[in-house]
């Protein structure tokens, strides 16, 4: 049974982990004119390294309605919620990150990696902003592993 439950969580990690692509690297998201651009253009126009700019701008238009809510809705939750079932896979398939600060370190390159690869393949771009949402939708899967084991659902 114990060698199932494994298999089973293998096989949805994979599934999350294919998602998870899918979403980040091939729904285009880039600028239209990407491809006439050089790389640091593309950086300037499609980067934010401005801690909370994307966050206000979103919640900004949350409470005055000047942007459709499902933008800044799926933009907001999507970017926490993504990350959230890493925070509970990772420590439970890699026994090392079940301590906070290699997780913490380990989530943090993934995510730094992640928005270096948009930007580099100009599939996405790089936002500070979604890497603080991510961040912290991975704590909070985190946090739900350490309650899960202390609640001793999972070893």
Not at 23 to 31: A, N, T, V, W
Not at 32 to 43: D, K, P, Q, S, V
Not at 81 to 90: A, E, Q
């Amino acid at each position: 049974m114990r060698n199932l439950l494994k298999i089973a969580l293998k096989v949805s990690f994979g599934i999350y982990l294919f998602a998870l692509a899918v979403i980040l690297f091939m729904s285009s998201r880039g600028l239209g004119f990407a491809h006439e651009l050089t790389l640091l253009e593309y950086i300037k126009y499609s980067s934010n390294f401005v801690p909370f700019k994307t966050i206000n701008t979103y919640i900004n238009a949350l409470q005055d309605g000047t942007m459709n809510r499902d933008i800044p809705i799926k933009n907001l939750l999507g970017n926490f919620v993504l990350f959230l079932p890493m925070g509970i896979f990772l420590p439970i398939l890699f026994k090392r990150l079940s301590i906070f600060k290699k997780y913490i370190i380990t989530i943090i390159l993934v995510l730094l990696s992640i928005e270096i690869i948009q930007v580099i393949t100009r599939l996405g771009s790089f936002d500070i902003d979604d890497l603080l949402l991510n961040l912290l939708g991975a704590i909070l899967g985190f946090s739900i592993y350490k309650l899960l084991v202390q609640l001793k659902i999972i070893r």
